[in-house]
């Protein structure tokens, strides 16, 4: 029974971990703009390898904050493709969307 014990205590301390990260991410201080910019990069730099559109330049073009969400709205483009990224504290970032983008 003892053993028990120790098992759920784990468990309890796991479970509270994890729960005092989700929140201190999603209702804590939304991303500034610079670390904004630098995970929206990154995610570029990602989607230009996964599609082996080479090594795309792209430039920001627009830089938005979503105050409801708490989340930016990062759009980058170079003469060809533009694309969107969404990037919040909470959810990370993703593509929001893609305009002209072709894979080589």
Known sequence: MNALR???A??????????????RRCHGEPLTREE????ATERVKRFS???????ISFAVREIAYEYD???W???FGDHDCIVVVIVD????DDI?????????
Do not use: E, F, P, Y
């Open 6 to 8: 120790w098992i759920l």
């Open 10 to 23: 784990v468990v309890l301390i796991i479970a509270g971990a994890i729960v005092t990260d989700w929140w």
């Open 36 to 39: 904004a910019v630098s995970r």
């Open 49 to 55: 390898q996964s599609h082996k559109a080479g090594d």
């Open 69 to 71: 969400s708490k989340s």
């Open 73 to 75: 709205r990062i759009t």
């Open 89 to 92: 504290r909470c959810h990370g």
């Open 96 to 104: 929001g969307g893609t305009t002209r983008c072709s894979s080589q």
